[in-house]
C-alpha cells in the first residue's frame, strides 16, 4: 500500500461506519486525532522509507515481505526509550505470551477475538515489558494496556531505540496441526518450534489499515474485501482445520464435500472457501492443484512466493500453506 492511500484509507474509515460492528481502539496511547500523514504514525526501517513501515512487499525494494505496520513512539524518555503503552485493540482474551526474547518479534503477545465478526487475532511485538497481570486464556477489554513499546528482537538485523516500535499484525491461523507439519519438515531438525500454533508460518496477515482507522469495524467484511489473486482446488473428504475454525468464510454443500475451491489473497490468505461435490471438473487428480491466476496481480504473487519465477507454478510460501491447511485431513 503506498502512503497516500494508506492515509486516504485511514481518513475514509473513520467517516464511513458500519451499523453493527466490533468496538477498535488504535492499539498505542498514541493520539489517533494528530495524524495528518503516514509518518505521524509510522516508524520506517533503517532505510528510513516510510512506506516500509507498511504492510506488503516493502522491505529491501520490494523484496521482503511485511506482515503488519510498525507504529512509533509518540513519547520517550531521556534516555531515548519509549514511555509508550500498547494497548488491546479490540475485545477479546490472552491467546499467547512470549516473554522471551528468542526471535524476531522479541518480546509478544498474541490476542484472540473471538466475539468478532470473524475470530481474529491480533499480534504485539518488540515489546520492552509485557504486563505481569496478564496471564493465558485471561479475558481483555480493549484499549487495555498490555505491554511497554521497546525495541526488542533477536532477528539479524537489531532494533535500535532510535527505531524503537509497535510490530501490529491482524489476521488468522491456518491450521491446530501446524505443530505436526512443522516437525516433520527435514530442514526444521536443528530448529525446535518455540511458539506452537503462533509460530510466525502458521499465522497469515491481512492490511491492519483495513480495520485501524475505525473506531467501529465489521472484521469479516474487512477481511472479505481482499481480491482473490489466484485459485487452488483441493481434493479431501475432512474438513480441513481452517474451514472449521472460520466456517463463515465457506459455502456450498459442505457436509458433501469431496473437496474445496480455495480463493487466496496476494499474500496468502484463503479468503473463500467453496465445496467440490466430486463430480466437480475444479476436483483435482491429486491433493491440489493451482486453477486460475490474476495477471494484473502477478508481480506481487511472484515477489511473495505464491508463484514461481516463471509467473505460472506454484511458489514455495502457496505449496507451504497448502501444506499446513491440509496437515489435519491425511
Known amino acids: 500500500m503506498s502512503l497516500r492511500s494508506s492515509l486516504a484509507l485511514l481518513f475514509l474509515c473513520l467517516t464511513a461506519l458500519p451499523l453493527v460492528a466490533t468496538d477498535i481502539v488504535w492499539p498505542t496511547t498514541m493520539e489517533r486525532s494528530d495524524f495528518r500523514t503516514p509518518q505521524d504514525y509510522l516508524q520506517p526501517t533503517i532505510s528510513g522509507k516510510t512506506e516500509s513501515a507498511l504492510f506488503g512487499m516493502v522491505r529491501e525494494d520490494g523484496k521482503r515481505f511485511h506482515e503488519g505496520i510498525d507504529i512509533r513512539p509518540a513519547k520517550s524518555n531521556a534516555d531515548g526509550e519509549p514511555l509508550d503503552l500498547v494497548l488491546a485493540a479490540m475485545d477479546g482474551q490472552v491467546a499467547y505470551l512470549n516473554t522471551n526474547v528468542n526471535g524476531p518479534y522479541g518480546r509478544y503477545v498474541v490476542l484472540h477475538h473471538a466475539a468478532a465478526e470473524i475470530p481474529v487475532y491480533t ?27 521497546g525495541h526488542t528482537s533477536a532477528g539479524a538485523s537489531p532494533i ?22 512443522y516437525a516433520a519438515q527435514p530442514e526444521n531438525k536443528q530448529s525446535p518450534n518455540l511458539h506452537g ?15 485501524l482507522g475505525q473506531p467501529k469495524v465489521d472484521v469479516l467484511a474487512a477481511l472479505r474485501s481482499q481480491p482473490t489473486a489466484l485459485t ?15 466456517p463463515v468464510l465457506a459455502r456450498g454443500e ?25 463430480t466437480s471438473p475444479q476436483l483435482p487428480a491429486g ?20 508463484l514461481g519465477t516463471d509467473g505460472r507454478t506454484p511458489g514455495e510460501l502457496l505449496t507451504q500453506n497448502l501444506e499446513v491447511l491440509l ?4
Do not use: C
Not at 487452488?232 to 472460520?246: A, E, I, K, S
Not at 459442505?254 to 466430486?278: D, K
Not at 491433493?287 to 505464491?306: F, G, N, S, T, Y
Open 232 to 246: 487452488v482446488g483441493l481434493r479431501t473428504n475432512q474438513l480441513p482445520d481452517f474451514v472449521h475454525r472460520y
Open 197 to 211: 500454533l503462533y509460530n510466525g508460518q502458521n499465522l497469515i496477515g491481512m492490511d491492519p489499515m483495513l480495520i
Open 287 to 306: 491433493r491440489w492443484r493451482l486453477l486460475e491466476i490474476d495477471q494484473a496481480q502477478r508481480k506481487r504473487l511472484i515477489q511473495r512466493k505464491m
Open 123 to 149: 499480534l504485539y511485538a518488540h515489546l520492552a515489558k509485557i504486563a505481569p497481570s496478564l496471564k493465558p486464556a485471561q479475558p481483555v477489554r480493549r484499549g487495555t494496556a498490555i505491554g511497554l513499546m
Open 160 to 181: 535500535t531505540k532510535e527505531r524503537s516500535h509497535l510490530h501490529f499484525e491482524v489476521g488468522l491461523i491456518l491450521s491446530t496441526g501446524f505443530n505436526r507439519w
Open 254 to 278: 459442505i457436509s458433501r464435500a469431496a473437496g474445496w475451491y480455495v480463493e487466496f489473497s496476494w499474500q496468502g490468505m484463503p479468503i473463500r472457501w467453496t465445496a467440490l461435490e466430486a
Open 327 to 330: 496437515s489435519t485431513t491425511r
